[in-house]
């Protein structure tokens, strides 16, 4: 199988991605056969600063779980705003 194709399950989801340039933390926005959407996060205000579309061939390593990864999306969570939609219990 293919990475790509493995990736393709991945798309929306957390990962440490490298490739021939550079390594980040981010999201898969999109996979495709000929490159990858990546919007990288920002590891100090935990916001994505900039999407980058990388060629599929360049790609070296992607990492989707383990500590630095939980660890990332659990202060994005904890971030997350909670909307409050009217369910008292009282």
Not at 25 to 30: A, P, Q, V
Not at 38 to 59: A, G, H, K, R
């Amino acid at each position: 199988m293919r990475m790509i194709q493995k990736l393709k399950a991945l798309e929306k989801a957390v990962v440490f991605l490298r490739w021939a340039t550079d390594a980040q933390f981010g999201k898969l926005k999109y996979v495709g056969s000929d490159f990858v959407e990546f919007e990288i996060l920002d590891m100090d205000s935990m916001e994505y600063t900039e999407t980058v579309l990388i060629n599929s061939q360049l790609l070296l390593e992607v990492i989707v779980s383990g500590f630095e990864v939980s660890r990332i999306i659990a202060e994005m969570s904890h971030k997350m705003e909670i909307v409050d939609l009217g369910n008292n219990l009282n």
